[in-house]
């Protein structure tokens, strides 16, 4: 992904250059305010943070520990690393210290537990980075037990003779704070990053991350007892990034400081993540939820995709029924439509231009939809499934079918049977998915 200088746009190189609004100025928000004063207390100060910014906002806590321990005998290991390695085993998953455990029962928890670990793994690197920050050697915090399981050295290190009654709850106030970062961090695929605004409130529920609890204990309730939904992993992401948003009907925003989508319009793999881009779709406005035209597909009325211009019988190879210069994409953009009923919602068109100077357009939502419902097909299925056709199959361009865009439903086969439709480019497999009936569908 990549800004346009000349033409102040921001493109996806990946996926045919597709354009995505305006790019957002590079993210590079001042905090080199201390996070903890002397006499005051420690709070991350309202503003736009990445994850490392808040993890370096957060370090304050683990030096005012560290200088309370005092000196470390030498050749043994220092206190840093002990409570360094205590928050790696904490964020990391299947050990005695694991502040999160993910049944791996479906593929929906097997990405999320993938994904815990890798955010785990990026938060300690940053924890370990993080040194030589202001602190407040007199600080002290009452920060009740979060279940945070220690390790047996590290138990003896904070509760021993080297350690201050009071240690233990600013380590917990560490820990938990890494904890909850991690867990907000999840819905997204590039959650490096994704900028995160800290607007500090009364009380200790508004203290740095803890504003994410409420929302965070909900999500994790459904991870343990369901399969998880790309829209449980929304409500997380929307939860975090514009709390104020309502979720009916929504499947991505744009906030003050960018543009959150489902990964996989716009060129991933991911069913249920989520990706962060710098750009604004409407600079008029700050917040945009993003809504699905089709609130039920399922009344959706159905089109029938017509008669096939080729076929291909059972056994023979596949020809090729593209012609490179009629049926290419010459141009593709995302486009915000005018605003729905709900005021603070607009719908979001995927446009594409062919260079035989047709034209489609097709809600993103409807796009997320076809690509999670949609059966991913193998390169070794892919090359033999002609060999398991039971019958003629009719033999369709992308063109042919997008071009039944704008009639206001989706595309079926009335009449059943097998039916191939071949697409120049990866924007055009995605622009089908939203076009078409999501059953039985191969990608």
């Given at each position: 992904m990549?800004?346009?200088?000349?033409?102040?746009?921001?493109?996806?190189?990946?996926?045919?250059?597709?354009?995505?609004?305006?790019?957002?100025?590079?993210?590079?928000?001042?905090?080199?305010?201390?996070?903890?004063?002397?006499?005051?207390?420690?709070?991350?100060?309202?503003?736009?943070?990445?994850?490392?910014?808040?993890?370096?906002?957060?370090a304050p806590l683990l030096e005012t520990v560290l200088h309370n321990l005092g000196p470390d005998d030498e050749g043994q290991l220092t206190a840093r690393e002990m409570l360094l390695d205590n928050l790696a085993s904490n964020l990391n998953l299947g050990t005695r210290e694991s502040s999160l455990e993910i049944p791996l029962k479906d593929p929906g928890r097997k990405e999320m537990a993938e994904q815990a670990v890798k955010i785990g793994k990026s938060i300690v690197t940053y924890a370990r980075?993080?040194?030589?920050?202001?602190?407040?050697?007199?600080?002290?915090?009452?920060?009740?037990?979060?279940?945070?399981?220690l390790k047996p050295q590290v138990t003896q290190l904070m509760f021993g003779p080297r350690s201050l009654r009071h240690l233990m709850q600013i380590y917990n106030e560490y820990l938990h704070q890494m904890v909850l970062l991690r867990d907000a961090l999840l819905p997204f695929e590039n959650y490096d990053e994704v900028v995160i605004p800290i607007v500090p409130g009364p009380g200790k529920r508004h203290l740095g991350m803890r504003f994410t609890e409420t929302q965070r204990m909900s999500f994790i309730a459904e991870l343990m007892t369901k399969s998880i939904t790309q829209a449980s992993v929304f409500k997380l992401a929307q939860s975090l990034l514009v709390p104020s948003m309502s979720t009916d009907n929504a499947y991505g925003f744009q906030y003050k400081h960018g543009l959150i989508l489902p990964d996989a319009v716009i060129g991933g793999s991911s069913l249920r993540l989520f990706r962060y881009i710098p750009v604004v779709l409407d600079e008029t406005v700050t917040d945009v939820k993003l809504a699905y035209e089709l609130e039920d597909y399922y009344s959706a009325p159905l089109l029938d995709i017509g008669p096939a211009k080729h076929s291909v019988e059972k056994g023979d190879p596949i020809g090729i029924a593209i012609d490179a210069q009629q049926h290419a994409v010459k141009d593709c953009s995302l486009s915000l439509s005018s605003a729905t009923p709900d005021l603070g919602s607009r719908r979001l068109q995927l446009r594409i231009i062919h260079k035989n100077g047709t034209s489609s357009s097709t809600d993103v939502g409807q796009i997320a939809r076809g690509w999670r419902y949609s059966y991913k097909v193998s390169q070794a299925e892919e090359e033999s499934v002609i060999d398991h056709f039971s019958s003629t199959a009719s033999l369709h361009t992308a063109v042919d079918v997008l071009s039944q865009s704008g009639q206001g439903g989706l595309v079926t086969a009335k009449e059943g049977g097998i039916h191939v439709i071949q697409a120049s480019s990866q924007i055009e497999i995605l622009a089908l998915l939203g076009q078409i009936y999501p059953d039985n569908i191969n990608d």
């Open positions: 990549s800004p346009s200088s000349k033409t102040d746009s921001y493109r996806i190189t990946g996926l045919h250059n597709l354009l995505v609004g305006q790019p957002l100025p590079a993210f590079a928000s001042d905090h080199s305010d201390p996070t903890m004063i002397q006499g005051v207390g420690w709070l991350l100060p309202a503003g736009p943070y990445t994850a490392r910014q808040i993890v370096v906002g957060c980075e993080a040194k030589d920050v202001a602190f407040d050697p007199n600080y002290v915090i009452r920060s009740p037990c979060e279940g945070h399981l």
